[in-house]
């Protein structure tokens, strides 16, 4: 009888990886934007995440989403936060991203300063 030894290959170990890893779960396309019910407000809450590739990543992007970031800061955009701090680094992030989706930057002037 004659033994033959298992020796994978690397095309056989990608193959195989890659059947493994079909169902993983794809990329976190990080946190939702926190509206606030969509109303518009006396002053605003903190974000807290900065936007993932859901907001950032042209391809992954829901327009309804990226709507509802336009709509908050242009409504929203020149009031104070709620516990009278400064805004933070995610906040500054997703006013950024207001600006890049061709936004006035003059609503958000305040938090990008």
Known sequence: MR?????????????????????AAAEDPGPLFDSEGGRTVACMVHQPAPPGSRYTDPQRRDTAQALTVLHYYTVNGSKSYCDGKPPSAADRRWAQLYVDLGADPAAVRRLLS
Do not use: N
Request: hydrophobic share 40%; glycine share 14%.
């Open 3 to 23: 033994h033959h030894r298992f020796v994978p290959s690397v095309l056989g170990l990608t193959l195989l990886t890659g059947a493994c890893s079909t169902g």
